[in-house]
């Protein structure tokens, strides 16, 4: 079963920064966050992984609080080409397998 | 960029007949992973393999078989195909140590009949 629980779907106009809550209650202490984005028709991409904190790269940013019971990923001013499923994951390092929840369908309207 | 790419985007099959899904990737990863992804039930791990010869059971391995003679190649049989396998199905590879990054295929999605 997925360690992570996160809305089914969201819309948001383009331009809107949008942010994508998800729920870990019971992850343990080895496990990282990641998100991956699936466009229709396409294999999952993966974005962007953390621990704890913030993390920032070219395409999101990752906020995990302190007690790591939910992550946040935040989408800056979203275009249409950002409407896709993205999951969020829970994964310990040494781990082999990631488990995909249903994901948040993102959808961007004009 | 990391490449992974599928034998087939599309196929069709009849119930009974062995099918062969091939996958390869161009970055010399260890980490190779089969999926199939269902309306509903999201994604799930078929198999995976750390090395070459090397196999592992994901979550539904059942009616599913694996080989791995090429570090770069990862091929998933399916020995007698059922209308339940009809899916779409993911490979991916990654590096040890960073399972959470993985680079999937563009998919194969299978009908059998």
């Known amino acids: 079963l997925a360690k992570t629980t996160q809305p089914i779907s969201m819309d948001s106009y383009e331009g809107q920064e949008v942010n994508i809550t998800c729920s870990h209650n019971?992850?343990?202490?080895?496990?990282?966050i990641t998100w991956y984005q699936q466009f229709p028709s396409q294999g999952p991409r993966f974005i962007i992984q953390?621990?704890?904190t913030k993390v920032t790269n070219e395409v999101a940013s990752l906020f995990i609080p302190a007690d790591r019971k939910s992550s946040t990923l935040s989408l800056p001013r979203v275009s249409l080409s950002d409407t896709a499923v993205y999951y969020c994951?829970?994964?310990?390092?040494?781990?082999?397998?990631?488990?995909f929840g249903k994901g948040t369908k993102l959808s961007v309207i004009p | 960029d990391v490449k992974v790419t599928q034998s087939s985007r599309y196929l069709v099959k009849r119930t009974g007949e062995k099918v062969f899904l091939e996958c390869v990737q161009d970055?010399?990863?260890?980490?190779m992973f089969w999926y199939r992804q269902d309306p509903g039930l999201g994604l799930r791990l078929i198999y995976f393999?750390?090395?070459?010869?090397?196999?592992e059971k994901g979550d539904i391995p059942e009616g599913y078989s694996v080989s791995r003679e090429k570090k770069e190649r990862f091929s998933l049989i399916l020995e007698s195909a059922s209308t339940n396998q009809t899916s779409m199905y993911l490979c991916?590879?990654?590096?040890?140590?960073?399972?959470?990054?993985?680079?999937f295929g563009p998919g194969t999605r299978l009908t059998v009949t």
């Open positions: 970055m010399d990863h260890e980490n």
């Open positions: 019971n992850i343990a202490t080895n496990d990282y």
């Open positions: 953390g621990y704890k």
């Open positions: 994951l829970a994964s310990g390092a040494g781990s082999y397998q990631l488990t």
């Open positions: 991916a590879s990654g590096v040890p140590g960073q399972t959470y990054e993985q680079y």
């Open positions: 393999s750390y090395d070459v010869k090397m196999k």
